[in-house]
């Protein structure tokens, strides 16, 4: 019996981005929902992309109103980050990041987000951690260490003003003092906080960000995470099944998407 060999058929063409960006901008964060008593609490995922070119209202030094985002997609997962990993690289593809010219991926310190980051976007991303949440573990750090008064707020502004300007030793060199005089708990904090400043020196580079055009925290997926996942889940007194979570998320993510109408035309 011969066999007759077929060629394959040839593949689908990608279908086109619903928006072309040149400099793309990719978000990413996790929140918790309260569940039920018998249940752990859930993770969130979220994601948002946009054209940076459609971004206004940019301050001059990174402090005053957050910008605005004139449009953008967004994506949102109840399960892993493998099932989340998914949905915000069709989110990039939406945004047309096989073209783009460049592309920025902010997140905060959560190491899987980073790795995903390095295998599915293209080399040469730029890797932003949230400047802000950094701003938050100093300040932090200075309350548990000078307490609340004016030395604290010395150091606080003058940490967060040479974090902005890219001279991270400057801050690490403070702590690794300030290491050497503190014993007990207090030691081991700063301990963790020196590693996790090692561990982000890569991505903590704010005055170039800032001045290639890059926004250098998560203002805009913080928003989500107020309209998208907190105003809907986290409800005074609400606790949801975990089952429950993804087919909610998935109706607010088409409302954010301005999909609602057309999904609803389908089904």
């Known amino acids: 019996?011969?066999?007759?060999?077929?060629?394959?058929?040839?593949?689908?063409?990608?279908?086109a981005p619903e928006i072309q960006a040149e400099h793309l901008v990719l978000e990413a964060d996790a929140a918790s929902v309260l569940t039920r008593?018998?249940?752990?609490?859930?993770?969130?995922?979220?994601?948002?992309?946009?054209?940076?070119?459609?971004?206004?209202?940019?301050?001059?030094?990174?402090?005053?109103?957050?910008?605005?985002?004139?449009?953008?997609?967004h994506a949102a997962g109840a399960g892993d980050m493998e099932d989340f990993g998914g949905r915000l690289k069709a989110l990039a593809y939406r945004m047309g990041?096989?073209?783009?010219?460049?592309?920025?991926?902010?997140?905060?310190?959560?190491?899987?987000?980073?790795?995903?980051?390095?295998?599915?976007?293209?080399?040469?991303?730029?890797?932003?951690?949230?400047?802000?949440?950094?701003?938050?573990?100093?300040?932090?750090?200075?309350y548990?260490?000078?307490?609340?008064?004016?030395q604290a707020e010395r150091k606080r502004k003058q940490w967060k003003?040479?974090?902005?300007?890219?001279?991270l030793d400057e801050v690490l060199d403070d702590?690794?003092?300030?290491?050497?005089?503190?014993?007990g708990a207090l030691r081991a904090r700063l301990e963790r906080e020196i590693g996790y400043l090692e561990?982000?020196?890569?991505?903590?580079?704010?005055?170039?960000?800032?001045?290639?055009?890059w926004p250098v925290g998560s203002g805009a997926i913080e928003a989500d995470c107020k309209?998208?996942?907190?105003?809907r889940f986290n409800l005074t007194g609400a606790r949801w099944r975990r089952t429950n979570i993804a087919p909610v998320l998935a109706l607010c993510v088409a409302i954010f998407n301005e999909e609602w109408d057309r999904l609803w035309s389908q089904n």
């Open 161 to 167: 003003q040479v974090l902005w300007e890219s001279q």
């Open 37 to 73: 008593a018998d249940e752990q609490h859930k993770m969130v995922w979220r994601g948002r992309a946009f054209a940076l070119e459609d971004r206004g209202g940019r301050p001059a030094n990174g402090d005053g109103e957050r910008p605005f985002i004139a449009r953008g997609r």
């Open 227 to 231: 309209h998208l996942v907190k105003e």
């Open 1 to 15: 019996m011969v066999m007759t060999k077929h060629p394959a058929p040839a593949p689908a063409p990608a279908p």
């Open 144 to 150: 548990e260490l000078w307490g609340d008064g004016e």
């Open 97 to 142: 990041l096989r073209r783009a010219l460049a592309t920025a991926f902010i997140a905060d310190g959560a190491t899987c987000l980073w790795n995903w980051a390095r295998q599915h976007l293209p080399p040469g991303t730029v890797l932003i951690q949230d400047f802000w949440r950094v701003v938050e573990h100093l300040s932090g750090l200075v």
């Open 199 to 213: 561990n982000g020196r890569e991505r903590m580079d704010y005055a170039r960000y800032w001045a290639a055009g």
């Open 175 to 183: 702590l690794r003092a300030e290491h050497k005089r503190r014993r």
